[in-house]
């Protein structure tokens, strides 16, 4: 039973695109989510929080929609720097459900 | 900042071995887990520990088993190590709550286990 979905990608963009992913969730009762950067070989690292309608940080922009029960992360004038992996987190009451990535390649 | 260390990066072991991965974190968090990650799978939860002596299984704890004597300290123990269990794992912890910051898991730099 897969609770959180993701668009696998690769997403492959030149520098200064607009990318957008959508992360699909099932508990309608999740009140919080979570954007996670990996690179490589590397552990998550937190991008953003998500915890009303949306969060925006910089170039980065996330969006909560409840009614069709989606997030999104919005990267502006990417960078050749972007390059990873972008988790989606759902917090059930504390229940974390993470989706399997979408990998981003920024090219030059 | 927040750290959370796991004792070895790279391990490889052979079948039927016992495997002990150790976790510590330095900021007094209640609650640490622990995850394996594949590809095309994603994190999936194999214990978490809300406090102290405490533990909860996650989504997949067959084969695994945990200990948490001490706050700072999580480990997974592997009884007896499978090849079907060769992955990365990584530790985290957090602050749980509804407050700004909590709930944010910060990750350990996980453990590439392979078995033979």
């Known amino acids: 039973r897969k609770e959180v979905e993701q668009d696998p990608g690769p997403f492959n963009v030149p520098e200064g695109a607009t990318v957008a992913f959508n992360c699909t969730y099932s508990?309608?009762?999740?009140?919080?989510f979570f954007w996670y950067r990996q690179d490589c070989r590397k552990e998550p690292k937190l991008l953003m929080s998500v915890y009303s309608s949306g969060n925006e940080d910089g170039r980065f922009t996330a969006q909560l929609n409840r009614a069709s029960q989606y997030i999104s992360l919005l990267i502006r004038d990417s960078k050749l720097s972007d390059s990873a992996t972008y988790l989606c987190?759902?917090?059930?009451?504390?229940?974390?459900?993470f989706g399997a990535g979408t990998r981003l390649t920024v090219k030059p | 900042d927040v750290k959370v260390t796991q004792s070895s990066r790279y391990l490889v072991k052979r079948t039927g071995e016992k495997v002990f991965l150790e976790c510590v974190q330095d900021?007094?968090?209640?609650?640490m887990f622990w995850y394996r990650q594949d590809p095309g799978l994603g994190l999936r939860l194999i214990y978490f520990s809300y406090d102290v002596k405490m533990k909860e299984k996650g989504d997949i704890p067959e084969g695994y088993s945990v200990s948490r004597e001490k706050k700072e300290r999580f480990s997974l123990i592997l009884e007896s190590a499978s090849t079907n269990q060769t992955s990365m794992y990584l530790c985290?912890?957090?602050?749980?709550?509804?407050?700004?910051?909590?709930?944010?898991?910060?990750f350990g730099a996980g453990s590439r286990l392979t078995v033979l």
């Open positions: 508990n309608s009762a999740s009140q919080s």
């Open positions: 985290a912890s957090r602050i749980p709550g509804a407050s700004s910051g909590a709930n944010v898991l910060t």
């Open positions: 987190v759902e917090d059930l009451n504390n229940d974390m459900r």
């Open positions: 900021m007094d968090h209640e609650n």
